[in-house]
C-alpha cells in the first residue's frame, strides 16, 4: 500500500496541477477542497502525510495542522502559503508544520519536501514500533511470577520508578537484576532517554574511570579522538551500574563526588560537563558487609542505597517455579518453532526439590536443554539435567532452610531428609542419629531401609 496523502486545496485548477506534479511519486492522493471535507477524510482513512494551503474556507489551514498535531504530532504536514506571507509560514512551523512552500512554487520545490517529509515520518515510524518492542520487553509485566516475595518486589519497583531516586538492587546471580532495572527504567518518565549499562566487574579500574567519563583526544596513549563516557551518554535517561560491589576503592571515591554534583571533566579535560542522570546499581555481593570490611566507601554506600530492592533467591519463592517454567517453554517452543510441551507432575517436582544456585539463569538454561531433549509432548524428569553437586547440596542444608522449600513435597520426603540430615551430623552413626531425632534406634533402622528401598 503507497503512502496515502491528504491534498487540501480550495482552488481547483491549484489542486490539480500539485497532485499533477506529485502524481508519479508512488502516493495514493486524497484531495480535499475544503476544511471540514479534509478533517472527514483525515479521520476515516490512515494519512501520512498532509498539505494544506493556509486560507481555506469554513476551517482554516492552521486548524488543520493544530488537529493533525493533536491527533498524531509524527504525521507531517506541509502549509502552501500565498506569497509575501511569510508571518504565516512562520506561524506554521512553529505550530508544528514540517515545511511550507510559497505560491508560486516550482515542481522540484514541492516534490522535494514530500519526499523528505514521508521519510522522516518513515523513521518516526520505526522508532515507535522498535520503542514499542522494547517497552513490551522490559515492562513489569515481563517479570513472571506470583509469590508473595515477588510481588512486593515489583510494588516497590513500581513505586520508585517514577522517580528520580538512586534505586540499589540486590540479589543473587541471576534472580533478574537487570530484567527489574530496565523494567523501572522503562517506567519512569526517562524513558524515552537512554539507558546505558557500565559492568563494573568486567572493566579493569584503569578502564572504568574512561568508560565512566570519557576522554579528551590526546589524554593517553592510545586516545585518538574524544569519547563520551557512559555517564554522559546517560544524560536524561538512566545509568545503570552493574557488579557496583567490584568497582575499586579509587573509582569509588571520583564516582561519589559526581554523584553528588552531577558534574565532571573527561579525562584529559578541563571542561565541566553536567549530565542529569538517574542512578539504578546492582550487585550480587553484600555492600554492607564490604563497608564493614572497608572494601566499599560508606559515603557512597548511603548515596546509592537511597531506596533499596532485595529480590529473594528463587528457592525461597518455589512459587515461581511453575509460572516461569511455563514461561521459558513457551518462549523456547516460539524460539524452536516447537509445539509447547507440558511439564509433567514428576518433573515438576524435581524442579521444586532443587537449591537453583543460579536462579532463574538456570532454571531457563535447564528448560532450554530439557526443550532440546524432549521429543515428546512432555517434558519427564530425564528431560531436566540438574547440576548433581546440587542436587546432594540441598540435604545437607539446616534445616530452617530446608522445611520450606519442602512444603508441597509431602510428609514422607521431608521425614527422610530430616533423617539424612541427621544421619550426616551423626557422622553415620544411627545411635547418635536417632538421639538427634528423638526416635528409637530400631525405628531409624526400620525408616533407613525403607527409604533404601524407595
Ligand atoms: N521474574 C522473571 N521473569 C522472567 N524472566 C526472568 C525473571 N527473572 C530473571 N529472568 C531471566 O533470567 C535471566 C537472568 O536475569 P538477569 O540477567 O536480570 O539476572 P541478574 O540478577 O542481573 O544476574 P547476574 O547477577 O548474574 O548479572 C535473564 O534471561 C532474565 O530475562
Ligand atoms: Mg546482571
Redesign the pocket.
Known sequence: MPPQILLIEDEDRMRQVIAMQISDLDLLIHEASDGAQALDIFDNQTIHLVITDIKLPKVSGMEILAHVKERNPDIPVIVITAYGSIENAVQAIREGAFDYVTKPFKEETLRESVKKALKVSRLAHEVRYLRQEIEDKFTFK????DSPK?CEVLELAGSVSHTDTSVLIT??????????SRATHMNSPRSSGPFSTVNCAAIPSSLLEAELFGYEKGAFTGAHKQVKGKFEMASGGTLFL??IGDMELDVQAKFLRILETQQFERLGGSKTITADVRIIA?T?KDLWQMVQDKTFREDLFYRINVFPIQ?PPLRERKE?IYP?SQ?FIREFSKAFGKKPPSLSDSGLKKLLAYPWKG???EL?NVLERAMILCTTDVIMPDHLILNPYQEKAIDTLPLDKLIPMMIGDGLEALENRCIAFAMEQAGNNVSKAARILGISRATLRYRLEKSEKT
Open positions: 515481563n517479570i513472571v511470577g515477588i540479589g543473587e546471580s541471576g534472580t533478574g537484576k537487570e530484567l527489574l552493574d557488579e546492582a550480587n529480590i515461581d516461569l514461561h536462579n532463574i539463569r531457563k
